[in-house]
T-cell receptor, first 110, second 111 residues
Framework: GQQVMQIPQYQHVQEGEDFTTYCNSS?????IQWYKQRPGGHPVFLIQ?????EVKKQKRLTFQFGEAKKNSSLHITATQTTDVGTYFC??????????FGPGTRLSVLP | DAGITQSPRHKVTETGTPVTLRCHQT?????MYWYRQDPGHGLRLIHY???????DKGEVSDGYSVSRSKTEDFLLTLESATSSQTSVYFC??????????FGQGTRLTVV
């Protein structure tokens, strides 16, 4: 079945440094979503990408969908302590269900 | 948060006992989901529903059953809880735009 992988599993950065997490699917995706989960909280939807090569920005966050629609990335510029949490990608392979990656846990040191 | 309420929020139960978790939504969304979250595994789909009495299995459905007799309620039952079912359980709904909104989660411990 479809598998979604994310790297790295953990990332520790100094406040102000950039951060990138990568998401890779074993199958071609119809679309991909990104979620953020704060410690002790629930996942919160950030964005959805649909088109091959699509790039979307939300303030300091840049999301990219690969040309082959099998990978995606989330880049945070100049991290802040409010960026702490786990970032999940979720891919859908033209079915009804999304498969979540294992997540990347981000720690930001002040 | 799309009006999603999970109950209970925390539960400790003994091995072999039945457990039912409830997800309640107030906005009439068609699709509802149950996930479990474990370290290193992210969110794994247990079961989902696409309407009243319409349900289907996810990737980790063994040991779980679900029911949806009303649009607003989606119940997850562990018929005979095992220690491997200790986890955090999240209910979610999907809107027309396909983004998922999650409940606050239920932390279940099976001892």
């Amino acid at each position: 079945g479809q598998q979604v992988m994310q790297i790295p599993q953990y990332q520790h950065v100094q406040e102000g440094e950039d951060f990138t997490t990568y998401c890779n699917s074993s199958t071609t995706l119809s679309n991909i979503q990104w979620y953020k989960q704060r410690p002790g909280g629930h996942p919160v939807f950030l964005i959805q990408l649909v088109k091959s090569g699509e790039v979307k920005k939300q303030k300091r966050l840049t999301f990219q969908f690969g040309e082959a629609k099998k990978n995606s990335s989330l880049h945070i510029t100049a991290t802040q302590t409010t960026d702490v949490g786990t970032y999940f990608c979720a891919g859908r392979d033209y079915g009804q269900s999304f498969v979540f990656g294992p997540g990347t846990r981000l720690s930001v040191l002040p | 948060d799309a009006g999603i309420t999970q109950s209970p929020r925390h539960k400790v139960t003994e091995t072999g006992t039945p457990v039912t978790l409830r997800c309640h939504q107030t906005e009439n969304h068609r699709y509802m989901y149950w996930y479990r979250q474990d370290p290193g595994h992210g969110l794994r789909l247990i079961h989902y529903s696409y309407g009243v009495k319409d349900t289907d299995k996810g990737e980790v459905s063994d040991g779980y059953s679900v029911s949806r007799s009303k649009t607003e309620d989606f119940l997850l039952t562990l018929e005979s809880a095992t220690s491997s079912q200790t986890s955090v359980y999240f209910c979610a709904i999907r809107t027309q735009g396909t983004e998922a909104f999650f409940g606050q989660g239920t932390r279940l411990t099976v001892v």
